[in-house]
């Protein structure tokens, strides 16, 4: 089993970058796919971008391609999503969870939940 934990949530004004982590406890944490959802007020969780265990696949929702980037050190059971260019849209809690499948966009697909970090973007 896994247990994630994000930090690394905030304000920033739009244009400006957080990088959000997600530290895993457990031996086993590089057995796991990765992936980072999200979830604004009133709105469903939505998919954001997802990770190979070994690092090298990754998946981006459209909405995020070109300005998140997801990566993962497997030696310090972390995950990370360097975020730029932010948009008050991209204004959300962030949930990490990890999934036995390789890489999946589908929250069913994941068994291990964060509590989630809030990201606030003002325009």
């Known amino acids: 089993q896994v247990h994630p934990v994000e930090s690394g949530g905030g304000l920033v004004q739009a244009g400006g970058s957080l990088r959000l982590s997600c530290t895993a406890s457990?031996?086993?944490?590089?057995?796991?796919?990765m992936g980072w959802f999200r979830q604004a007020p009133g709105k469903e969780r939505d998919f954001v971008a997802a990770?190979?265990?070994?690092?090298?696949?990754?998946y981006y929702a459209d909405s995020v391609k070109g300005r998140f980037t997801i990566s993962r050190d497997n030696a310090k059971n972390t995950m990370y999503l360097q975020m730029n260019n932010l948009k008050p849209e991209d204004t959300a809690v962030y949930y990490c969870?990890?999934?036995?499948?390789?890489?999946?966009?589908?929250?069913?697909?994941?068994?291990?939940w964060g509590q989630g970090t809030q990201v606030t973007v003002s325009s």
């Open positions: 969870a990890a999934a036995t499948s390789p890489l999946s966009r589908g929250a069913e697909m994941y068994d291990y």
């Open positions: 990770i190979r265990w070994s690092g090298g696949g990754t």
């Open positions: 457990g031996r086993t944490f590089n057995m796991y796919g």
